[in-house]
């Protein structure tokens, strides 16, 4: 009984391989790599068929993938006809393969703005391939710059406002430290301030940088941004409506709000909403009848001090006097009537 | 057995109440915003709906107590003005002497007690603490809860050092009270566990004689001349 069925399956073994040879990249470019090769789409638009095999073997995957990996539906020729109608709906039908080798980051763009906006029926939403290429997937964010230009491709206008700030200027001189988009948006699990809590986490975000001692050393910079945002009314109030879980029904101000967001300036920059002749307007955001002492109201993340804000030190330490001198004189007063109460008994 | 004196009218026990209720709900919503970073503090704010409702919470409570000085206050003027009151908390040379006396009593230098009128240094010193710390608390509240009305006058300087200031007070009246007030009315060994004359309006002779011994014989000559008891002092 036994001996029959290994006889069928050592038959099988023999003749498998020899029925599904998978047809190596040279088989495929055999057709594929003229350049008149294109079909035309019911949408009236045409998609060239045609691949440069230098692109492609200069790419990340040219001495690790062959075509049929990704292109896993292609299972004979003449190729089986597929119903696509548009130039995007050939991209969509191809979505999924990187998944296959990248699960990890494909899994993280469930979670993106742009998949987001795809379920909504977004076709122009991003696929991987829109950001990465296709058949010329090169390593990202070689140089930086790369990645600012990349999302560019979409977002133009951001960029146009980015090049211009502090981060973005830096950015072309070859900086490795000032961030560029994915830095703060990240790059698959991509989020914005339409994303839940982003507006809440804008200041943990920006002190992922400038709450780093050493790299802000390099630019002369203080850390004790983050610590003053928090310990005044603005900072604490984003940071307890944080860990309740709300973001409140006022909008009360976090970095970007005063300092801008792509098109953050340096402070002492003309141009700079902080910088003290401008200041009032940007307080005027919010508080609109905000007069022109009020921009005084905020120490610019300065600690007080005799020479930063005298008022408000002199009261801080009056008050670090006055409250152990009343209570350590109360509490003595109460073990001195404690004492005699016992020395009477 | 024990005879009774009415130390205190309803209008100034409804005023103890109130403040008290007052300074409860001020401590609460106030104190989690001063140590914020603290976890008990993030809890408490949570259990009170947020930051946002402890500070709506903060700010009716601080204009109700706001609302209950000007009260206080309007009714001491008038008191003042139609001679009604004998002003028995304004400090007096004897509060400073009785002092004095009585701390070289406790430390043992003399056996001699001072001898009080109707308020000791004590309450009064606690009564002028009260009034200050409001007056400290109540402008700087009203700054901090309309800053930018507040430096169309002020230099905005003004709006930060409120903010210390009023923290740093309201810690201060809340320390007093868990430290001084505490004692005096529940731990001090003369009223343990609880004085309730605040409450009840009622105090005994025995108390007067031993705290109050100058109030007490005034109150008791008024009597013996007009020849009646005290009007509202038998029980």
Redesign the interface.
């Given at each position: 009984m036994l001996l029959p069925l290994i006889l069928v399956l050592v038959l099988l073994a023999q003749t498998a391989p020899a029925l599904a040879q998978p047809p190596g990249i040279d088989d495929c470019l055999a057709c594929h790599e003229d350049r008149s090769l294109e079909i035309s789409l019911p949408s009236g638009e045409t998609r060239s068929l045609a691949i440069d095999r230098a692109a492609f073997l200069g790419s990340v995957h040219g001495d690790k993938l062959t075509c049929v990996d990704c292109h896993t539906d292609i299972t004979g020729v003449p190729h089986e006809a597929r119903p696509l109608r548009s130039r995007r709906e050939f991209s969509l039908a191809y979505y999924e393969s990187c998944k296959r080798c990248h699960f990890a980051n494909y899994t993280k763009t469930l979670d993106s703005v742009h998949y987001a906006a795809a379920s909504r029926g977004d076709t122009t939403a991003p696929l991987c391939v829109d950001c990465h290429g296709a058949h010329d997937v090169a390593v990202p964010g070689q140089p930086r710059e790369r990645i600012s230009r990349t999302c560019a491709r979409c977002h133009e206008g951001v960029l146009a406002i980015y090049a211009k700030s502090v981060h973005g200027t830096a950015l072309k001189t070859g900086n490795a430290d000032v961030p560029t988009c994915t830095d703060c948006h990240r790059s698959h699990d991509v989020g914005g301030p339409h994303a839940a809590n982003w507006r809440a986490h804008t200041p943990e975000l920006c002190a992922s940088c400038h709450g780093d001692e050493e790299l802000m050393k390099k630019y002369g910079l203080s850390t004790a941004v983050h610590r003053t945002y928090?310990s005044?009314?603005h900072g604490?109030?984003v940071?307890?409506?944080s860990?309740?879980g709300?973001e409140?029904?006022?909008v009360v101000a976090r970095c970007t709000d005063c300092h801008g967001v792509h098109d953050i300036s340096k402070v002492d920059d003309p141009q700079s909403k902080v910088l003290k002749a401008n200041l009032v307007q940007t307080c005027r955001q919010c508080?609109a009848?905000?007069?022109d002492?009020?921009?005084?109201?905020?120490?610019s993340h300065y600690e007080?001090s005799w020479s930063r804000?005298p008022?408000?030190y002199?009261?801080?330490l009056a008050?670090k006097f006055?409250?152990p001198f009343?209570?350590g004189g109360?509490?003595l007063?109460?073990l001195?009537?404690?004492?005699?109460?016992v020395?009477n008994r | 057995m024990s005879q009774y004196f009415v130390r205190f009218s309803p209008k100034q026990r409804i005023e103890h109440v109130t403040v008290m209720i007052v300074f409860i709900v001020l401590s609460v919503t106030g104190l989690p915003?001063k140590f914020?970073?603290y976890e008990i503090s993030?809890w408490v704010?949570?259990a009170l709906g947020?930051?946002?409702r402890a500070r709506w919470w903060h700010r009716a409570a601080g204009l109700t107590f706001a609302g209950f000085a000007i009260f206080h206050f309007s009714g001491l003027i008038w008191s003042v003005l139609d001679g009604s009151s004998r002003l028995p908390l304004v400090p007096t040379r004897k509060d400073f002497a009785d002092a004095i006396l009585q701390?070289r009593?406790?430390?043992?230098l003399t056996e001699q007690q001072a001898r009080f009128d109707r308020y000791d240094y004590?309450q009064k010193f606690e009564y002028w603490g009260l009034v200050l710390g409001s007056v400290v608390v109540i402008a700087t509240g009203i700054i901090l809860m309309w800053?930018?009305?507040a430096?169309?006058w002020?230099?905005?300087?003004?709006?930060?050092?409120a903010?210390?200031?009023h923290s740093?007070?309201g810690?201060?009246a809340f320390?007093?009270v868990v430290?001084?007030h505490i004692?005096n009315a529940h731990f001090?060994?003369d009223v343990f566990p609880f004085d309730t004359t605040i409450f009840t309006g009622r105090i005994s002779r025995e108390r007067m004689h031993h705290e109050h011994p100058l109030e007490l014989e005034r109150l008791e000559h008024a009597a013996d001349s007009a020849s009646t008891r005290h009007g509202d002092g038998a029980a």
């Open positions: 928090l005044d009314f604490m109030t940071s307890l409506r860990s309740h709300d409140g029904r006022t508080h009848d905000a007069s002492n009020f921009p005084d109201a905020w120490l007080p804000a008022l408000v002199a009261v801080e008050y006055l409250i009343m209570i109360l509490l007063q109460i001195l009537h404690l004492w005699r109460v020395v | 915003q914020f970073e993030r704010l949570d947020g930051v946002d701390l009593y406790y430390l043992g004590r800053p930018t009305i430096t169309t002020l230099p905005g300087q003004f709006v930060p050092a903010k210390v200031a740093n007070e810690l201060l320390l007093v430290t001084w004692y001090n060994p």
